[in-house]
């Protein structure tokens, strides 16, 4: 069910044209079959994959965003989901072993000289 875009009038299920004014269902393509959602697919495959987590959560967003706008035109909003917090997960993951490896790259020295430092006076 949904609302024509151009009158207002409720378009039953299948309804290629409003029966009212005649205006094209805009959640309908013009063969009156639903759209498969590839950013979706896109966007978990990039996710889960961990080769470019963010670039997967980037495109999940928008595929979930494309699903949200036009419901029946555009399915698998629950896929876009999980592509959202595969790749948050992910991206998380990624940027707490940076900042850990940024941390150690900064301590290590600051400890081993301290070390050497304090060997020095003993």
Same mark, same amino acid.
């Given at each position: 069910? !949904?609302?024509?875009?151009?009158?207002?009038?409720?378009?039953?299920?299948?309804? $290629?044209?409003?029966?009212?004014?005649?205006? @094209?269902?805009?959640?309908?393509?013009?063969?009156?079959? @639903?759209?498969?959602?590839?950013?979706?697919?896109?966007?978990?495959?990039?996710?889960?994959?961990?080769?470019? @987590?963010?670039?997967?959560?980037?495109?999940? $967003?928008?595929?979930?965003?494309?699903?949200?706008?036009?419901?029946?035109?555009?399915?698998?909003?629950?896929?876009?989901?999980?592509?959202?917090?595969?790749?948050?997960?992910?991206?998380?993951?990624?940027?707490?072993?940076?900042?850990?490896?940024?941390?150690?790259?900064?301590?290590?020295?600051?400890?081993? !000289?301290?070390?050497?430092?304090?060997?020095?006076?003993?």
């Amino acid at each position: 069910m !949904g609302f024509c875009s151009k009158c207002g009038r409720e378009l039953a299920d299948g309804d $290629v044209y409003c029966p009212k004014c005649g205006a @094209p269902n805009a959640l309908l393509p013009s063969g009156g079959k @639903p759209y498969l959602n590839v950013l979706a697919i896109v966007g978990m495959a990039l996710s889960a994959s961990g080769a470019s @987590p963010l670039a997967g959560l980037i495109v999940s $967003v928008l595929a979930y965003k494309k699903a949200v706008a036009a419901e029946f035109r555009y399915p698998l909003k629950g896929l876009a989901k999980a592509g959202i917090i595969s790749g948050a997960v992910a991206t998380g993951i990624v940027a707490l072993i940076l900042l850990l490896y940024a941390a150690q790259l900064l301590l290590f020295p600051l400890i081993w !000289g301290s070390i050497y430092v304090l060997s020095q006076y003993s």
